[in-house]
């Protein structure tokens, strides 16, 4: 029997159709939402919060830089950068005109770096508070300020070739900047930009600026150096001179308590000086010593016993011809006692006194006194100089060693090696870093002195002494007699090599080398003179009456030529004032009538410190006058100061 089929329901299969396609969407969107809130979660978190994040790295306070008695000789202070964020800024043209016009730059670099495809372009790093004032008053869409980090040198050219210099990323790039850049150098504040509900970053600084900041407290004594500045600067002005070097350091433990060189420059604008200019001359540069070697000579030859006092050498009347070759005195004798050779700076009685040694025994005691090798002093650039091995001594090498010529030394080594000599035979290492502290104040690192070897023995030691102080007393280092004070020393007068070969007949490096045996600690000064243009070239007519000047300053320090052993280090600015007290409260910085001026504080009782902080906010050039606490301003309170100008601040005392 025939059924007649139904008819499809087609109405059913569509809604069962939707349903299916409901369910299986259903599906989906719950496989999603798992996938999207459960299992992919923290992946998709990361990647928005990159998208609406980044992360800059900006720098944090550089350790301070500290002489042996705290006060402050390297700081760094807050100041503003300007950047930009590109992708918001619609009008680039317009805005790039209007930046570049506010911080005095280049239009064109300025829309290069606004047509970058980035999130963030710096416009320019460490403005004036002017600028950053000029910036934010514009309010341009996209262009902020935030604060970094400048190193600033309150003294300006003190101490320059010892201290270096720090660059505009906060790392050192010369002297003792550049040597404990490890230590100074902070880690980097990261810095959080997001983005708010209306696309407008927020910029968030992370806790904690400075928890790693560690500080280098130097063996520098202030006063010490400013006495060396000031005498170098004036001989080598007087004496038309090429350049010039002074060291002061300490005979008993190779501690550095000054490093001067001529020509200086300013710290702060370190880039408007020639790599020349910036040169630490103390180190970097070599020269042959002169009639100041035969301080080493006559330590060898009483070691080795191969002299005694009542020995005679005939000088030939000043002129003297030796295996081929013709040596000559300045003044000329006929016969000199040993230790009048050196007293009277024979080149003759030098080389016949020579003679008493081998090549390998003058060779094994100028090796112990470390020329020829590094004194691993804690400053870059150090060149070690030339001494010869034996073996390729030539006739006459002996001869011409014995009185400072055929080897080349660097000051500092000079100075190490003579302090050796003097001191009962000890070789110290120099250094200038006293110890590292964090920002607590507390001691992270300490450099204690270092004995390297003994070169000569005590008695050795002792004799030197004694022929040294007759040079000062009655030989040719005279003009650095200090009456009452037991002074030694010894001239030198080299005459320079000539490229073309031989030795310039006009060109000297003129020196002493002495030393302050009644103080506490006994000082060691080097005087060098390079290239004096004046008629009387000599040693101890050039360098010696500097030695005896800085001498007399230093002497002064522990106020007057003392007749015992004295502190003189720590009276420096400890006994000779007495600290006021130190002002607390806040200074506010108030501005002047128009843009970039600033109506003077009173700066009298604040430390250093807070005056630096003041100077750079109203973006002076300030210069410092004496250590501790301010006692006297120019301009007075109340003045008007715009950007820029002179602002000299005098200090007296010492902190507590």
Same mark, same amino acid.
């Given at each position: 029997?025939?059924r007649?089929?139904k008819?499809?329901?087609w109405?059913?299969v569509?809604?069962?159709i ?5 369910? /299986? +969407?259903?599906? $989906? ?13 923290d ?5 928005? !919060? ?6 800059l790295?900006?720098?944090a306070?550089?350790?301070m ?9 390297a700081?760094s ?9 590109p992708?918001e800024i619609k ?5 790039? !005109? ?20 980035? %999130?963030?372009?710096?416009m320019r790093?460490r403005?004036?508070?002017l600028?950053?004032?000029?910036v ?5 869409r ?5 604060? @970094? ?7 300006k050219?003190f101490a ?21 850049d ?6 980097p504040?990261?810095?959080? /930009?997001?983005?708010? %509900?209306m696309?407008?970053?927020v ?7 400075n ?16 006495v060396?500045?000031? !005498?170098?600067? !004036?001989?080598?002005?007087k004496a ?6 002074? =060291?002061?350091m300490?005979?008993?433990?190779g501690?550095v ?13 370190f ?5 020349e200019?910036?040169?630490?001359r103390?180190v ?10 035969k301080?080493?000579l006559?330590?060898a030859?009483?070691d080795? %016993?191969r002299?005694?006092?009542?020995d005679? #050498? ?5 002129i003297?011809?030796y ?11 006929? *016969?000199?006692?040993? /230790?009048?050779v050196? =007293? ?11 003679e ?11 090796? +112990? ?6 004194? *691993?002093?804690?400053?870059?650039g ?15 090498t ?8 055929? =080897?080349a ?10 302090c050796?000599a003097?001191n009962?035979g ?11 502290a ?7 690192r300490?450099?204690?002195p270092?004995v ?5 023995k ?8 004694d022929?040294l102080r007759?040079?000062?007393?009655k ?7 200090i &009456? ?9 007068? %080299?005459?320079?090599?000539?490229p073309?070969?031989?030795y310039?007949?006009d ?5 002493f ?7 506490k600690?006994?000082?060691?000064? $080097?005087v060098?003179i ?12 050039v360098?010696?009456p500097? #030695?005896?000047k800085?001498? @007399?300053?230093i ?8 007749t015992e052993?004295?502190p003189?280090v720590?009276s420096?600015?400890q006994? =000779? ?5 130190v002002?607390?409260?806040?200074? &506010?910085?108030r501005k002047?009538p ?6 003077v504080?009173d ?8 005056v630096?902080?003041?100077c750079?906010?109203?973006k002076?050039?300030?210069? #410092?006058?004496?250590?501790?606490i ?12 715009k950007? +820029?100008d002179?602002?000299k ?7 507590s």
């Amino acid at each position: 029997m025939y059924r007649e089929a139904k008819p499809v329901n087609w109405e059913s299969v569509r809604i069962a159709i939707i349903a299916v396609a409901f369910a /299986a +969407g259903t599906v $989906l969107l719950l496989a999603s939402a798992y996938r999207l809130q459960v299992s992919k979660a923290d992946l998709l978190r990361n990647l928005a !919060e990159k998208q609406r994040t980044r992360v800059l790295k900006l720098e944090a306070r550089r350790g301070m830089i500290l002489d042996r008695s705290g006060e402050q000789m390297a700081a760094s202070l807050e100041v503003n950068s300007i950047y930009a964020r590109p992708r918001e800024i619609k009008d680039k043209k317009r805005t790039a !005109e209007k930046i570049a016009h506010l911080l005095e730059i280049d239009p064109k670099e300025t829309l290069s770096k606004l047509r970058e495809d980035k %999130a963030f372009v710096w416009m320019r790093r460490r403005v004036s508070p002017l600028m950053a004032d000029r910036v934010k008053q514009a309010d341009l869409r996209g262009v902020s300020a935030v604060k @970094e980090y400048q190193r600033f040198y309150p003294l300006k050219s003190f101490a320059a070739h010892a201290m270096g210099f720090a660059g505009i990323d906060s790392r050192g790039l010369e002297g003792l900047e550049l040597y404990y850049d490890g230590d100074l150098k902070a880690d980097p504040i990261p810095v959080t /930009a997001q983005s708010d %509900a209306m696309g407008r970053p927020v910029i968030f600084a992370a806790i904690g600026r400075n928890p790693k900041r560690k500080d280098l407290h130097l063996t520098l004594d202030r006063n010490i150096q400013y006495v060396a500045e000031k !005498e170098l600067e !004036e001989a080598v002005s007087k004496a038309k001179a090429k350049d010039g070097t002074v =060291i002061v350091m300490d005979v008993d433990s190779g501690e550095v308590l000054a490093l001067a060189s001529r020509p200086t420059y300013n710290l702060n604008v370190f880039r408007k000086t020639s790599a020349e200019v910036r040169r630490n001359r103390a180190v970097a540069d070599t020269f042959e010593p002169g009639s100041t070697f035969k301080v080493f000579l006559a330590a060898a030859v009483v070691d080795l %016993a191969r002299v005694s006092p009542s020995d005679k #050498f005939n000088c030939q009347n000043g002129i003297f011809r030796y295996k081929g070759a013709q040596i000559h005195d300045v003044v000329p004798h006929k *016969e000199l006692a040993f /230790a009048d050779v050196i =007293i009277r700076s024979s080149n003759i009685g030098a080389v016949k006194v020579s003679e008493r040694l081998t090549k390998s025994e003058f060779y094994r005691i100028l090796k +112990g006194f470390g020329f020829g090798s590094s004194t *691993e002093v804690d400053l870059p650039g150090e060149r070690h100089g030339f001494l010869p091995l034996p073996g390729k001594w030539s006739v006459l090498t002996k001869a011409n060693i014995a009185f400072g010529q055929g =080897i080349a030394v660097n000051p500092l080594q000079l100075t190490t090696a003579f302090c050796a000599a003097v001191n009962g035979g000890k070789l110290y290492r120099p250094h200038l870093m006293k110890r590292i502290a964090n920002a607590l104040g507390e001691t992270v690192r300490e450099n204690p002195p270092v004995v390297v070897r003994r070169v000569i023995k005590p008695s050795t030691s002792r004799e030197v002494v004694d022929i040294l102080r007759q040079v000062v007393e009655k030989g040719t280092g005279k003009a650095a007699k200090i &009456p009452g004070v037991y002074v030694i020393g010894k001239t030198g007068t %080299a005459q320079k090599a000539d490229p073309s070969g031989g030795y310039s007949k006009d060109k000297y490096v003129s020196s002493f080398l002495g030393a302050l045996m009644d103080v506490k600690p006994r000082l060691a000064i $080097l005087v060098m003179i390079d290239e004096p243009a004046v008629k009387h070239r000599t040693g101890g007519q050039v360098a010696a009456p500097v #030695f005896r000047k800085i001498a @007399e300053g230093i002497l002064a320090l522990c106020g007057g030529k003392p007749t015992e052993p004295r502190p003189i280090v720590a009276s420096a600015g400890q006994k =000779i004032q007495t600290a006021p007290p130190v002002r607390k409260k806040s200074i &506010p910085i108030r501005k002047g009538p128009r843009a970039g001026e600033w109506i003077v504080p009173d700066l009298k009782g604040l430390d250093m410190r807070r005056v630096l902080d003041l100077c750079a906010k109203m973006k002076c050039d300030a210069s #410092f006058h004496g250590t501790g606490i301010a006692v006297g301003q120019d301009p007075v309170p109340g003045k008007i100061l715009k950007e +820029g100008d002179p602002l000299k601040v005098s200090f007296k005392g010492r902190t507590s």
